[in-house]
């Protein structure tokens, strides 16, 4: 999206990136940005960076591509070093991550890897450590979201799927991070507007995205006794390969017109409430998961 205005001058939120309709298109999960019509916007040259996270160490998960780049692309131009996780067939959409992040000066580290095991977390964690020299912020953000219409369709292998994808990697990579997080450490989670308000198709991704907002909760209140705070944000309908990979095309062509604001959000709005989260001047908030969701209420 060159050319854009950068984010910070003051304009028509309604108009400032594409609204629906958009053309018809399907793609095998987990997806790739670069098959997306209209191009996503994670920030590549639209994100700029105001020095809020000097010197931290970040963990992104889901980093290649959708949200999660767009915050590893901002906590870079934010003054922070970020180790990127990802699935190993999304490598070429990471190793761009990754040139981004080192054109600012900052340190990459690439992390492939299914989050579904166990080891896998251990693994990532401790490579980030090292590769970082440290951990001050983890970002728990991979998630994935089979549709089924019926409850007639139901498979215990997709919930099984949904939950080692989506809920256990909080448990996991939280207790393999925290021996390392410091006071003034953060931990953000990626939840949905779909675990607040879920769609009938979504009951398996929804129920996990509820579970993330109130594991946020839960955890928050044990760490912030060590001074590390856990919070969570709940984006709305944003325009990412999951959308592609897994919605149907009826959807796609309408996807964000049940917003208020009328449109789909893109990756790079969602990464000033990652910076925020994540830098000292959020000390006060704790166990909260701030929606941005185009006014789709939660509550
Ligand atoms: P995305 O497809 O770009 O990112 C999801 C990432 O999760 C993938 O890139 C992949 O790297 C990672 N991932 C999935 N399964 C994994 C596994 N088993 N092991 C390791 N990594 C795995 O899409 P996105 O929309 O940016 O998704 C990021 C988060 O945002 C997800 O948790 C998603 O549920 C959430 N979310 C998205 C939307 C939306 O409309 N796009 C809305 C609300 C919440
Ligand atoms: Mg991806």
Do not use: C
């Amino acid at each position: 999206m060159a050319g854009m205005p950068n984010m910070y001058t003051p304009q028509d939120p309604t108009t400032q990136f594409p609204r629906p309709p958009f053309p018809p298109q399907q793609q095998k999960g987990p997806g790739d940005i670069h098959k997306m019509d209209p191009a996503p916007d994670h920030g590549e040259t639209s994100y700029v960076g105001f020095g809020r996270l000097p010197g931290r160490k970040a963990l992104v998960t889901g980093a290649d591509s959708g949200i999660g780049r767009a915050v590893a692309i901002a906590y870079a131009r934010e003054g922070a070093d970020v180790a990127l996780s990802y699935l190993p067939e999304e490598q070429g959409q990471a190793e761009e991550v990754a040139t981004l992040i080192e054109k600012e000066g900052r340190v990459a580290i690439l992390l492939p890897g299914d989050l579904q095991e166990e080891s896998t977390n251990n693994e990532v964690v401790a490579k980030a450590v090292e590769g970082l020299g440290g951990l001050d912020i983890l970002v728990i953000n991979a998630g994935t979201m089979p549709t089924v219409d019926s409850i007639d369709d139901f498979e215990t292998k997709t919930l099984d799927h949904v939950v080692q994808a989506n809920i256990y990697p909080l448990f996991w990579l939280t207790k393999a991070a925290s021996p390392h997080l410091k006071p003034g450490a953060s931990i953000i989670t990626t939840s949905s507007i779909q675990g607040f308000v879920p769609s009938p198709s979504l009951a398996e991704y929804a129920v996990s995205k509820a579970g993330i907002a109130n594991w946020t909760r839960a955890m928050a209140q044990q760490l912030i006794e060590r001074g590390i705070r856990v919070n969570g944000v709940a984006p709305g309908p944003i325009w990412t390969p999951l959308q592609p990979a897994f919605v149907p095309n009826e959807k796609i062509e309408e996807f964000g017109s049940q917003t208020p604001i009328g449109r789909a959000g893109q990756p790079v709005e969602l990464a000033p409430a990652f910076v925020f989260l994540a830098s000292q001047e959020s000390s006060y908030v704790v166990g909260e998961t701030i929606a941005v969701t185009g006014g789709m209420p939660t509550h």
